[in-house]
C-alpha cells in the first residue's frame, strides 16, 4: 500500500494516524477533510509535503472523492461528525454523514455507517474492513471532548466538571495504539470482518478526572458535577481478543495514567493550538448548564 487516502485526516483520530503513517510506512498519504471546527492544519504541519498532501473537500462530494479514490491503494475513512453532545443539538448533521443499539443520534449514524459498508461488501464485492475503536485520548483532540476539556480547565485553575455521579464507564484508548491497529487491521485484516479496537483501560469518568487532578496535586474535592447529558450510557467495552490474536496487536501504552501524564504535557506545550478555543466552547457548555 504506496498511496493512502486518509479521510478527516485533519481531524484528531485521523491526524495521529497520519504522523503514525508517516512515522512508521514509507507511504505516501491524500488526507482529504472538509476542515470544519474540528479539525486542524496544524496537526499536519511539520509532515514532509513530499509525502503528505493536503485536499480540502467534502467526503459527501463524488466529484472530488471517486478520482482520488481511482489513484490510491487504500482509503482509510475517518471523516465523521463526532461529538455525542452536539448530535443531541443538531441530529441532521449526523445522519447526513453516515455500538449498537444506539442511544444518541451520535451512536445511531455511527450503526446506520457500519451497516452500509457491510452491505456493499456483500452486494458488489468491495474490499473493507471495519473497525469499531474505544474512547480516544491523546494529542491534537478538541477541548469540547472530556479529557481535554477537563485538562484544560484544571491548566487554567478551573474546577474540572463531571456528568451526574460520574460513575459512567468508558474503554480508554491512546491515539497511537489505535493508529497502528488500524494499519495492522488494513495490512493484514480480512476483508468483511469487524474488528474491535480496545486497551483494557476501563475508568469511570471520575476515576479519569481524578487522575487528572492527582497529576496537579489537586484534590477531588474541586471536582464540579453538573447536569448529566441525556441517553448517557453508563458504560462501553470493548473486547479485542480477536484483533489481538489474528493480527498479533498490542497497545503500547498499557499504563492509562503515563498515556495521561504524556497528553497533559501536550496540552501545556500546546496552549496557543487550544486556547481560542476555550472560551466558546465553555459558554456552550455553560448554556447547558453544563
Known amino acids: 500500500m504506496d498511496r493512502v487516502l486518509v479521510t478527516g485526516g485533519a481531524g484528531f483520530i485521523g491526524s495521529n494516524f497520519v504522523h503514525h503513517l508517516v512515522a512508521h510506512t514509507d507511504a505516501s498519504v ?22 503528505v498532501t493536503l485536499v480540502v473537500g467534502d467526503v459527501a462530494d463524488a466529484a472530488t472523492v471517486d478520482p482520488l479514490v481511482a489513484e490510491h491503494d487504500a482509503v482509510v475513512h475517518f471523516a465523521a461528525e463526532s461529538h455525542n453532545d452536539n448530535s443531541l443539538d443538531d441530529p441532521k448533521r449526523f445522519t447526513e454523514d453516515t455500538p449498537y443499539n444506539p442511544s444518541s443520534p451520535y451512536s445511531a449514524s455511527k450503526a446506520g455507517s457500519d451497516h452500509l459498508v457491510r452491505a456493499w461488501v456483500r452486494s458488489f464485492g468491495v474490499r473493507a474492513t471495519i473497525s469499531n475503536c474505544s474512547n480516544n485520548y491523546g494529542p491534537w483532540q478538541h477541548i469540547e471532548k472530556f479529557i481535554p476539556r477537563q485538562i484544560t480547565n484544571v491548566i487554567d485553575g478551573g474546577r474540572p466538571k463531571v456528568y451526574g455521579d460520574g460513575l459512567n464507564v468508558r474503554d480508554w484508548i491512546h491515539t497511537e495504539d489505535h493508529s497502528s491497529a488500524v494499519w495492522a487491521i ?8 469487524t474488528y474491535l479496537v480496545g486497551a483494557d483501560g476501563e475508568r469511570s469518568n471520575l476515576d479519569v478526572v481524578r487522575a487528572i487532578l492527582a497529576h496537579f496535586g489537586r484534590g477531588e474535592d474541586e471536582i464540579e458535577f453538573v447536569t448529566d447529558r441525556a441517553g448517557h450510557d453508563r458504560r462501553y467495552a470493548i473486547e479485542s481478543g480477536k484483533l489481538r490474536a489474528e493480527l498479533g496487536w498490542k497497545p503500547v501504552y498499557e499504563d492509562f495514567e503515563a498515556g495521561l501524564a504524556d497528553t497533559i504535557a501536550w496540552y501545556q506545550a500546546h496552549e496557543d493550538w487550544w486556547r481560542p478555543k476555550k472560551d466558546r466552547t465553555e459558554a456552550s457548555y455553560a448554556a447547558k448548564g453544563q
Open 186 to 193: 488494513l495490512q493484514r485484516g480480512r476483508v468483511g470482518e
Open 30 to 51: 491524500t488526507v482529504l477533510d472538509k476542515l470544519t471546527y474540528a479539525a486542524s492544519e496544524e496537526s499536519l504541519r511539520g509532515l514532509p509535503e513530499d509525502r
